[in-house]
Each structure stands twice: as C-alpha cells, then as structure tokens.
C-alpha cells in the first residue's frame, strides 16, 4: 500500500542557449513508474539533503551534467489515480532551475535515454512526455531569457 502522503521529489530543469535559442535536458524513464515517458532528470529528496541539492544531484547521477541551481521554480503536483478513482501516486516536485557547467547529456542510473531538447520544439518532437513538462520547460525559458536581454 501507497503511504496516505504526498512523496517529494527534485527534478532538475537546466535552460542552456545553444546556437542562441533555449534548451533542457529532458530523460527518458527507464524504469517504472512511466517506463520510457520523457521527463527532467530528478529523483527522491535523501533525508537530510535540500531540494536544491537533490535535483544537482540527480541530474548528475541521471546524465553526467553538472550544473548549479539558480532558483526554484512552482513545484509541480503529480497525481494518478487507479481506475476506480483512488490515489495511487502523489509526488509533489520541487523544481529547481539550474545553470549549464558541463558534460553531454548521457544516459545513467535509470534513464533509457538523455538529450537536449529546444524548448519551442517540445511539443513537436513525438516524444512521450510527462504531464507538465512542456509547461514547466516554458516557465524556465523565460527565466532564463529575462537573464540574457
């Protein structure tokens, strides 16, 4: 049974210009729950770690990106009920927006796959994404281009 509680979580939303326009890093699941969805590298928040330090950390055990957080973003609820209604997973997400260092996106621990995806193009791509990620990916990109101007 599912404990009667929401779960936290960290995801990762790193915004980088390449070739002057706004990508993320988005990963594909490689496991359960949302085996092969697309979605921000993250993860469970250790006892004793901050938000901000599990999402670098995720990203960097997920994809081989380092990167530093820059300000966290609205969290994101993710709620799925069973087919007769009843909650059967509740992640509330911290969302942290990070700030390219280094690496190449590179699938590790559980993602399938891991790559940069141009924000305007998200939606576009054919991809399975989780609920939420466009919006999410479009809230960091115009963060980060009110830094640029």
Same mark, same amino acid.
């Given at each position: 049974?599912? !404990?009667?509680?929401?779960?936290?979580? =960290?995801?990762? $939303?790193?915004?980088?210009?390449?070739?002057?326009?706004?990508?993320?890093?988005?990963?594909?699941?490689?496991?359960d729950p949302n085996r092969?969805? *697309?979605?921000? !590298?993250?993860?469970?928040? %250790? *006892?004793? %770690?901050?938000?901000?330090?599990?999402?670098?950390?995720?990203? +960097?055990?997920? #994809?081989?990106? #380092?990167?530093?957080?820059?300000?966290?973003?609205? !969290? /994101?609820?993710?709620? %799925?009920?069973?087919? #007769?209604?009843?909650?059967?997973?509740?992640?509330?997400?911290?969302?942290? +927006?990070?700030?390219? $260092?280094?690496? #190449?996106?590179?699938?590790?621990?559980?993602?399938?796959?891991?790559? *940069?995806?141009? /924000?305007?193009?998200? %939606?576009?791509?054919?991809?399975?994404l989780l609920p939420q /990620? =466009?919006?999410?990916?479009?809230a960091a990109q115009a963060? /980060? +281009?009110?830094? $640029?101007?």
């Open positions: 049974m599912s !404990p009667q509680r929401p779960v936290l979580g =960290a995801i990762a $939303v790193v915004c980088h210009m390449i070739d002057g326009l706004p990508h993320v890093i988005l990963v594909q699941r490689g496991k092969g969805a *697309w979605g921000f !590298p993250g993860g469970h928040v %250790e *006892w004793g %770690e901050t938000l901000v330090q599990a999402a670098v950390r995720e990203l +960097l055990e997920e #994809t081989d990106v #380092t990167a530093t957080a820059v300000e966290t973003l609205p !969290p /994101v609820d993710v709620i %799925e009920a069973d087919s #007769t209604g009843t909650v059967a997973l509740h992640y509330v997400l911290g969302a942290v +927006l990070c700030s390219y $260092v280094s690496g #190449t996106p590179t699938p590790l621990d559980d993602a399938a796959d891991a790559r *940069w995806v141009l /924000v305007d193009r998200i %939606e576009h791509l054919g991809l399975d /990620v =466009a919006q999410v990916a479009r963060r /980060v +281009l009110r830094y $640029v101007k």
